[in-house]
């Protein structure tokens, strides 16, 4: 199977499936390139998707591709704008260069609620038109006794009625989230760093009842999700964990262990906290891609 890996980032997809052959990989964003380039053999483009000719894509040669668009346009954050949103513009323009290429299998994976937006509608209708079989599971890590929640919709496409998504799961007890931690004398010692990483006392104080407290004794305990704000945003950004009296921010090499990349996962050390944050936000949980897609993206 040859894949395509659209809105790639830092390779969320790319490493959840390391025997895919993965023909290209395409993002607008040079921080994301330069960690997947890190990571990755492949060739990477940094362009805008929305400009891609359907020639450039049949070029590609790739019977797979998968997407994980922007899921501003699908939230909250993005005051729900659906069609409106320009930053719909790149997925509208694939759904239409789906229904002439038609690849064999479609991926996708967006923020819940995305299953109910226009655009998806616009999506199982054209693709359905097409032959398309189009499938939605909701699903978060927890629920496979992973200690990260990320809800999330996953959506596959595909030719063949026979190929679907996992469903199915046994019930697991949750992993403790100590497992994925940084030993003390592992955290960064640059004074900038420290400052991010451990929470003011002010803001500890002021957000006392709305940020979300990990204590890594409790082997029940599951970390929120950590958004692209992580770092900016004190509250609905992400879990803060417990030591003494003091929390902290999980660091990038941690919030990764979270997502379920490997130690190996180069997080390039030229690009500041604040930036890791935010690409590991906007990543995805190889966990949950790992067991949704388990049966479709067979190497
Ligand atoms: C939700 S993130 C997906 C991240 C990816 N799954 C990963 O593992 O890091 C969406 C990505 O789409 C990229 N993007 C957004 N609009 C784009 C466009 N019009 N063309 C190319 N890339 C775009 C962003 O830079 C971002 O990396």
Not at 10 to 33: E, N, Q, W, Y
Not at 96 to 101: A, F, P, R, S
Not at 238 to 243: D, E, N, P, T
């Amino acid at each position: 199977m040859k894949c395509l890996e659209l809105f790639a980032g830092i390779g969320g997809f790319a490493a959840s499936f390391p025997s895919l052959k993965i023909v290209r990989s395409v993002d607008i964003d040079a921080s994301a390139a330069r960690v997947h380039q890190a990571n990755f053999k492949h060739p990477f483009d940094v362009r805008e998707i929305a400009a891609l000719s359907v020639e450039w894509f049949r070029t590609q040669d790739a019977d797979a591709w998968w997407m994980s668009p922007p899921c501003t346009p699908f939230s909250r954050r993005g005051s729900f704008q659906d069609l409106n949103d320009t930053r719909s513009q790149a997925l509208l323009h694939l759904i239409d260069i789906v229904c002439e290429l038609k690849p064999a299998i479609v991926g996708i994976e967006n923020v819940v609620g995305f299953e109910d937006s226009q655009v998806f509608q616009t999506l199982r209708a054209k693709w359905s038109r097409e032959g398309y079989r189009v499938e939605t599971c909701n699903f978060c890590p927890t629920q496979i006794g992973w200690p990260n929640r990320r809800p999330r919709i996953y959506a596959l496409a595909s030719l063949d009625p026979l190929i679907r998504l996992n469903r199915f799961h046994d019930y697991e007890t949750m992993r403790p989230v100590k497992e994925v931690l940084l030993e003390e004398f592992e955290l960064p010692v640059d004074e900038s760093d420290r400052d991010l990483v451990w929470l003011k006392e002010a803001d500890a104080n002021q957000y006392r009842t709305a940020i979300d407290k990990v204590d890594p004794s409790d082997p029940t305990a599951a970390t929120a999700c950590f958004t692209s704000s992580y770092g900016k945003s004190v509250i609905r950004s992400g879990s803060y964990l417990r030591v003494g009296n003091r929390f902290r921010r999980f660091v990038p090499r941690e919030v990764a262990r979270l997502l379920g990349f490997s130690n190996e996962f180069v997080l390039p050390s030229d690009l500041d906290m604040r930036t890791l944050w935010r690409l590991l936000g906007n990543s995805l949980s190889l966990i949950a891609v790992k067991h949704v897609f388990r049966d479709v993206f067979k190497a």
